[in-house]
């Protein structure tokens, strides 16, 4: 599934910002969905994922202030991004699971200024 990532900027630290992920077909049956962030060291890890049923998990450095969730009326997923920090700097993918087939959507880059 093709999947388009927007919502990144430039934000000072505290502050919040929210990403959507788009599909142009339904979400609904994707087994799983998620984003992840890249460092500017090219390092690419998960930071939320949330399951068909709409179960969320959390990297520990994310929760309590990171929020995943997902609109299938919409075919959107959202990671509404609070209390940034210069540690959340990087590029954003969001990333699909359907039945073992993978896709990633163009990320997004999100800038935290201290």
């Known amino acids: 599934v093709q999947l388009q990532a927007s919502g990144g900027g430039l934000v000072q630290a505290g502050g919040s910002l929210r990403l959507s992920c788009t599909a142009p077909?339904?979400?609904?049956?994707?087994?799983?969905m998620a984003w992840y962030h890249q460092s500017p060291e090219n390092h690419r890890e998960p930071v939320a994922a949330?399951?068909?049923?709409?179960?969320?998990t959390y990297a520990n450095s994310v929760k309590g202030r990171f929020t995943i969730s997902k609109d299938n009326a919409k075919n959107t997923m959202y990671l509404q991004m609070d209390n940034l920090k210069p540690e959340d700097i990087g590029v954003y993918f969001c990333?699909?699971?359907?039945?073992?087939?993978?896709?990633w959507g163009r990320g997004t880059l999100v800038t935290v200024s201290s």
């Open positions: 990333h699909a699971n359907e039945r073992g087939r993978e896709s």
């Open positions: 077909r339904s979400i609904a049956s994707i087994d799983s």
């Open positions: 949330i399951t068909s049923g709409g179960l969320p």
